[in-house]
Nanobody
Framework: QVQLVESGGGLVQAGGSLRLSCAAS????????MAWYRQTPGKEREFVAR????????GYADSVKGRFTISRDNARNTVSLQMNSLKPEDTAIYYC?????????WGQGTQVTVSS
């Protein structure tokens, strides 16, 4: 069983920055590949960024490339998403995700609202 808890969302003006964090349970967190997704009402959840267990590989959606940075701290069982140059279209609920032994785990999400 894996539990994920996101934090750090809020209201920010366009051009501003936010840093999201996801705290994960589990002694083997350092072996999890982690990802961030986001969802807006009426739309499917979409991929934002991912990071491998060793931090050696990262990947980003084209819409956030160059503005968002994913990182992890295996000693603290956390994964973060630094979001810079935020745009109104980044407004969404952001979710932390991992897949372990074929099961997908999600946090409760954290709301990010970017005003124009």
């Amino acid at each position: 069983q894996v539990q994920l808890v996101e934090s750090g969302g809020g209201l920010v003006q366009a051009g501003g920055s936010l840093r999201l964090s996801c705290a994960a349970s589990g002694r083997t967190f350092s072996m999890y590949n982690m990802a961030w997704y986001r969802q807006t009402p009426g739309k499917e959840r979409e991929f934002v960024a991912r990071i491998s267990w060793s931090s050696g590989n990262t990947g980003y959606a084209d819409s956030v490339k160059g503005r968002f940075t994913i990182s992890r701290d295996n000693a603290r069982n956390t994964v973060s998403l630094q979001m810079n140059s935020l745009k109104p279209e980044d407004t969404a609920i952001y979710y932390c995700n991992t897949v372990l032994l074929g099961s997908s785990y999600w946090g409760q999400g954290t709301q990010v609202t970017v005003s124009s």
